[in-house]
């Protein structure tokens, strides 16, 4: 075979996969992703349905709260995983298996866009993101990675079933988009518009142009039949969620987030959010602009990446506040800079298509190194970041005092404790008036300000301050007994307010305080809590249909997908693909 004839074949599916298997197998295994900003928030809702599979009600955060609030299947497959290797592995190993699913589904993605060795080179890319590296290393969001890699898994068959009206591709494309929303909510939610609309845009224009043999009528007809499918089956599976929305909808003031800040004002901020996860694909930010206005196929994916791309850049344009409302006070952003890296990468494999077509060797010497600078940038951002979460409380030591002598029979606090916080609600009996998942506070003393954890309410300012003021004062009220503290900045308002220090651990890194007058935790009367139904519809239909979506995998064979035709590369243009 000759050097060409090696740079012009597709990379085969599974050579990618094992690549990301290699790129981010040690790391998940050395658990990397055990110090970011969410994954002992994700380990803790695992272990309430270790432990209470059919009851999503859990009183160790805010006194009680409903985790019918979180779509649970990272969660329930972490917890299955649990009883095998360990909780915090089980994250390992979920978070494993999206990242693997992820190349898969930017390859079948791809293919509605440009030719399959274009393809093959964009879902090469996708293991090298520095986004993805961003949401899994640093900020631990599993649920987003899950469920972005199952959507772009359903969206092929969603092409298929208007193109071709394959039933299998219809059953299997249904199946796989429950599952992703059962994974998380929001990427199925704004997936619908940015990455569907493109998808079905580009059926329409395949039949208006007899590209496929489906007509323009019977793609929109099928595409109907598809969402009210899809909605329907959405609706069932997470219908505790929607009943605890409409029950208690998000009232409590906006919490400040680094996301929706203006990139421009602030250099960290821009690094953290732009640079980082863009990494080298800031470089193809031109062409994909170019080659994407070029081509009449390629129009709705340049739209769609385009208002992604602009809504991951949070606060630094007026558009998401524009379009998005209250809810822009809600969301973080940082997800829709993930999804525009999906959305840019079939684009960009064209031009890795073109590179290589043309300069061969020197050309894959250069994106290798690409790839390997901006994973390598992301990961280096972990120990640079002056933002980072840290892990340098031992925090076992008010473990073992919340589980011995009766003292889980109150409810306690801890302050600069940051992410900390949820693995001591792992691993100890005792409740917290406190918790990690914003959407799921009910408690006036946190709703009322604006700010997030107690334990970090000296990053929130006076609203953070007040709050942590408000619950200390009504101590009796909620069982309140014993506070932690790994900052010594929090000590002179706990003396103020007639708490006082009992015990130290880690030699003096950790003070433990209480109050002598409080009365044991009791119940806190809620209208949140879930009924019996709920939990278990909560504890069957999500888990279930993920096992659907792997049984049609397996069981109907991939049909074959009608391919599009690409038109001639011009003469003296190797390499050079028009879609």
């Known amino acids: 075979m000759s050097t060409a004839d090696s740079y012009s074949r597709p990379i085969p599916l599974l050579v990618i996969v094992l690549v990301a298997l290699a790129v981010h197998g040690p790391l998940l295994l050395m658990q990397l ?28 955060w805010f006194a009680g709260f409903s985790q019918t609030t979180y779509p649970p299947l990272t969660h329930q497959w972490i917890a299955v995983l649990s009883s095998v290797v360990g909780l915090k592995m089980g994250y390992m190993l979920v978070q494993l298996i999206a990242v693997l699913l992820l190349p898969v589904g930017v390859f079948r993605f791809a293919k509605i866009w440009v030719d399959e060795r274009s393809a093959s080179y964009a879902a090469l890319g996708s293991v090298f993101l520095g986004a993805l590296a961003f949401l899994v290393y640093q900020a631990g969001q599993l649920a987003t990675v899950a469920s972005a890699a199952l959507y772009l898994n359903a969206l092929p068959y969603f092409y298929e079933w208007m193109t071709e009206a394959s039933a299998r591709s219809l059953i299997k494309g249904i199946a796989i988009t429950w599952a992703a929303a059962a994974a998380h909510h929001v990427t199925l939610i704004f997936g619908a518009v940015l990455f569907a609309g493109p998808v079905l845009w580009v059926a329409f224009v395949d039949a208006r142009d007899e590209r496929v043999a489906g007509s323009v009528g019977g ?72 080659r994407g206005a070029s081509s009449k196929r390629l129009y709705p994916l340049l739209l769609g990446f385009w208002l992604t791309f602009l809504f991951g850049l949070g606060g630094t344009t007026p558009l998401p506040r524009w379009l998005l409302g209250r809810a822009y006070d809600i969301l973080t952003f940082e997800r829709f800079t993930f999804w525009a890296t999906l959305m840019a990468m079939p684009i960009v494999g064209l031009l890795v298509a073109e590179l290589l077509g043309r300069f061969h060797a020197k050309a894959a010497v250069a994106l290798s190194l690409a790839a390997v600078v901006t994973v390598g940038m992301a990961l280096a951002w972990l120990t640079a970041n002056p933002f980072r979460p840290t892990a340098t409380v031992d925090v076992d030591p ?103 220090k009992i015990e130290t651990f880690d030699n003096g890194a950790i003070t433990a305080w209480s109050k002598d007058d409080v009365p044991p935790a009791h119940k806190i009367e809620s209208d949140a809590v879930p009924a019996p139904w709920e939990g278990l519809m909560w504890g069957t239909l999500p888990i279930g249909v993920s096992f659907l979506a792997i049984f049609l995998e397996l069981l109907l064979p991939v049909g074959r997908r009608v391919p599009v035709p690409v038109e001639e590369v011009p003469a003296g243009a190797e390499g050079r693909y028009v879609a």
């Open 33 to 60: 992703p055990a110090g970011s900003f969410d994954t002992n928030f994700h380990i803790f809702f695992a272990s309430h349905y270790a432990h209470h599979w059919f009851d999503p009600w859990n009183e160790k």
């Open 219 to 290: 793609v929109l007809s099928r595409a109907a039949v598809f969402a009210i499918l899809a909605a329907l089956g959405v609706g069932i599976v997470l219908l505790p969620y929607w009943i605890s929305l409409i029950q208690h909808p998000i009232h409590q003031i906006p919490i400040p987030h680094d996301s929706r800040a203006n990139f421009l004002l602030n250099s960290i901020t821009g690094l953290n959010y732009f640079v980082i996860p863009y990494g080298a694909l800031i470089l193809a930010l031109p062409f994909i602009v170019i």
């Open 398 to 500: 008010v473990i073992s005092f919340l589980n011995r002598d009766g003292h889980d029979a109150y409810r306690y606090l801890t302050l600069g404790f940051g992410s900390e916080l949820a693995k001591v609600s792992t691993y100890t009996n005792a409740g917290s008036v406190d918790g990690d998942y914003n959407s799921a506070r009910l408690l006036p003393e946190m709703t009322h300000y604006g700010s997030a954890q107690l334990t970090n309410a000296k990053f929130y300012g006076s609203s953070g301050m007040a709050s942590l003021r408000a619950m200390l004062e009504h101590a009796n009220r909620y069982g309140l007994k014993y506070v932690f503290v790994h900052d010594s900045y929090y000590e002179p308002l706990l003396t103020f307010v007639g708490w006082r």
